[in-house]
């Protein structure tokens, strides 16, 4: 058996005979006979469009996707610098009530409080108020 693909007889039969390519339309032809090559061109030029638009729509989700990311680490990162200059505002009276010193506000900001244990199941909401 070779690999090589026999040219076809004069008595072959056409592929959608023997059920192997029955999907395939017949080749549009205008009123003389020929090719009709504009039908197929105006195929090839809407797929052409079609394709592209879905490039084109897949770079512009990405591109929302990667303004949305840097969006929100700004909004953080204003949060942050916003909390560390409260914090730094207040005096040191202000901090020793809440359980802080100078030194610890950069910890408290990034970690949160050291005295409250960390819950025993991460996924399991309170039910009811801690307070």
């Keep these: ?9 004069s008595d ?7 059920g192997l390519d029955g999907a395939t339309p017949a080749i549009r032809r205008t009123e003389d006979g020929r ?23 897949a770079i512009a989700r990405a591109g929302r996707r990667l303004v949305a990311r840097v969006l929100e680490g700004l909004r953080e990162r204003r949060a ?11 005096d ?7 359980g802080l010193n100078r030194a610890g506000i950069l910890f408290a ?16 909401k309170p039910t009811r108020s801690v307070a």
Excluded: Q, W
Excluded at 1 to 9: E, V
Excluded at 48 to 56: F, I, M, Q, T
């Design 1 to 9: 058996m070779s690999l090589i693909p026999a040219l076809p007889r």
């Design 12 to 18: 072959a039969r056409p592929l959608s005979a023997v």
């Design 35 to 57: 090719i009709d090559f504009d039908h197929y061109l105006l195929r090839a030029r809407a797929l052409r469009a079609r394709s592209y638009a879905g490039v084109l729509g």
């Design 80 to 90: 942050r610098r916003r909390a560390l200059a409260e914090l730094r505002s207040l």
């Design 92 to 98: 040191d009276r202000a901090l020793r009530d809440m």
């Design 109 to 124: 900001v990034d970690h949160g409080r050291e005295d409250l244990p960390a819950p025993a199941n991460a996924n399991d």
